[in-house]
């Protein structure tokens, strides 16, 4: 007998993981359920701001964030530690990843913190150079977004890196020595030489007193680091911006807000327009601190690094601006800690690059590695669903002069064929509307957030009548005319697909059409008919008597009124060649 979804998930075939990601501003740690079949899920997540960068004591002018970090913020960090070891451990975490990035490696007490912290947590943390550490938000991002070109933005508290990315390989990548925190203090203490003797000096803080002014200034230091970034010349036109950080989050939360009712909180593969990005800069750079914390969408310990945050995403903007038009700025949920939890699927064999080229990396299809995720997770019958696929793609290609839907749709369909019955996982009763629910909150990869509107929708509508049914309201909002259309026009197709296995036996092997006018005739074929066809036996029957598709037949029928709604034209099932004709 099949296991239940919940007894699937054995410990057998999970190990429990803990990453931890020792930052300039914050100490971060996500538990992971890694899988056999090289897919994980997050258990838990734990964040503490630490400011580990904080009042550093800096040693180079040259070197703006190398320096001795200091004692209070490092007791911080180990104080943080401590609790989230406490965390892992009751989870029964079996392998921990730590790691600490800019502000730990620049620091030249790194080697005595790096021991106490084993000393009083027992935990070990490997300090990344700036390579691995770009290497890992890479990996984090290529393999949980479907792009070819990109310039990763990464603010950090401690450093910004720029990683230039082009058929899937990293080609480029530079740090600039300032962070949201780093640039935001570099300021402040500019800011705080009102009584300074030097006239120049006096000026300035004054002048810095203003909101407005600072964000300006963080801009002009900025960009004098990215004048000698010679590869930001060089973007091609299709390079997608994908920012990366927890205050590029907010200030997608920042922009969920800002559209009214926008239906998933998610920050993963969110899009925020540049003008949009423009109108919440320009907001924000003229408040105060005490004034941004009453932003909608800001976390209240962010708030006094946001504007310098957003100033150095403005300063890229318009530097890279010079050579293309940006349209988006484009968030990843994923980063680091994801990364290197690829990293450790890959290395544990449970992914592989396919290829016996070590040194070439094959990214795998990302949609598709977590549609099969989300597959075993929720105990979905594959056969019966890669059937559904089959005769839905079939219909797809014979509709395709009247569906008139661009190239990309046929992928939709997959993913909307391959998922349509996820929902039954939580219940049958109304699974269209659970299956919906699932795929706009399983964390899928790969997929913009319009796209999982469009594939949810097509998933809701295979079961029911109407839009209203489903609640479609909340989504279409956001989409285009097109886009709703085209959902819609998927939908009625995986309806109709589903229906020719509604006895889930699959004696529909396959299906023929006729496009006559304003009819379009469907032709069912069971095994018989299919030989018959091949054999151009004339006459012949395509459902042979023995097979009874009862069923099928009336379950596609039921689609006719929905089919002419949306095609405008007329369904029909011609059974043995006879249109309309009846079936025992």
Do not use: W
Request: proline share 2%.
């Amino acid at each position: 007998m099949k296991k239940s979804p919940l007894l699937r998930y054995t410990r057998e075939k999970m190990e429990k993981i803990a990453i931890i990601d020792l930052g300039s501003n914050t100490v971060r740690m996500v538990i992971a359920r890694a899988f056999d079949e090289g897919y994980f899920t997050i258990a838990d997540e734990l964040k503490e701001q630490v400011r580990l960068i904080k009042d550093l004591r800096v040693v180079d002018d040259s070197q703006p964030n190398s320096g001795f970090l200091q004692p209070v913020p490092m007791a911080q960090a180990i104080n943080v530690l401590k609790n989230f070891k406490t965390l892992y451990q009751r989870h029964n975490v079996t392998r921990v990843l730590a790691y600490a990035t800019s502000a730990v490696r620049n620091a030249k007490n790194k080697d005595v913190f790096i021991k106490n912290i084993k000393s009083e947590t027992g935990i070990d943390f490997s300090v990344l150079s700036q390579e691995e550490e770009a290497d890992l938000v890479y990996t984090g991002v290529i393999r949980s977004m479907d792009i070819n070109r990109a310039l990763i933005i990464d603010i950090g508290g401690g450093s910004v890196k720029l990683i230039q990315v082009g058929r899937k390989q990293i080609l480029n990548q530079e740090a600039l020595p300032y962070g949201a925190v780093t640039l935001f203090e570099k300021v402040q203490k500019m800011a705080e030489k009102t009584d300074s003797e030097n006239e120049e000096e006096r000026l300035k803080a004054e002048r810095l007193q203003d909101p407005e002014e600072r964000s300006k200034e963080y801009e002009k230091i900025i960009s004098e680091y990215l004048v000698k970034i010679s590869f930001l010349t060089h973007l091609e036109r299709e390079t997608l911006i994908v920012g990366v950080g927890g205050s590029i989050r907010n200030l997608g939360k920042i922009s969920r807000r800002i559209r009214k009712e926008y239906p998933l909180n998610a920050a993963h593969n969110y899009g925020v327009s540049r003008d949009e990005l423009t109108t919440i800069y320009d907001t924000t750079r003229k408040l105060t601190e005490a004034q941004l914390q009453h932003v909608k969408g800001l976390t209240s310990a962010r708030a006094d690094i946001f504007p310098a945050a957003l100033a150095i995403l403005s300063a890229i903007f318009t530097h890279c601006g010079q050579k293309y038009d940006i349209k988006e700025l484009r968030i990843s949920g994923r980063g680091m800690r994801e990364g290197a939890m690829f990293k450790y699927l890959e290395h544990s064999g449970k992914v592989t690059n396919n290829t016996e080229d070590a040194e070439i990396e094959i990214v795998p299809d990302i949609s598709e590695f977590s549609v099969k995720g989300m597959i075993e997770r929720y105990d979905v019958n594959v056969e019966h669903a890669e059937h559904v696929y089959k005769l839905a793609e079939i219909m797809y290609r014979y509709l395709r002069v009247v569906h008139k839907l661009p190239k990309q749709y046929i992928k939709y369909l997959k993913i909307a064929a391959m998922l349509h019955d996820c929902g039954c996982a939580i219940n049958y009763y109304n699974h269209t509307k659970h299956g919906m629910y699932l795929i706009l909150n399983s964390d899928m990869c790969g997929l913009t957030q319009k796209e999982l509107f469009i594939i949810a929708i097509a998933v809701g509508l295979h079961g029911v009548d109407s839009m209203a049914d489903i609640e479609a309201q909340k989504y279409t909002k956001f989409l285009t005319e097109d886009d709703v259309l085209g959902a819609r026009k998927l939908g009625i197709i995986l309806r109709m697909a589903e229906a020719l296995d509604r006895s889930g036996s699959r004696v529909i092997k396959d299906i023929t059409c006729e496009i006559l006018g304003d009819n379009i005739i469907f032709m069912p074929l069971t095994e018989q008919g299919v030989i018959n066809l091949e054999r151009k036996a004339s006459g012949e029957k395509l459902i042979a008597d023995n097979d009874d598709i009862t069923l099928e037949i009336r379950d596609i029928r039921l689609a006719s009124r929905e089919f002419r709604e949306i095609f405008g034209k007329t369904l029909d099932v011609a059974v043995n060649g006879n249109s309309g004709s009846s079936v025992k």
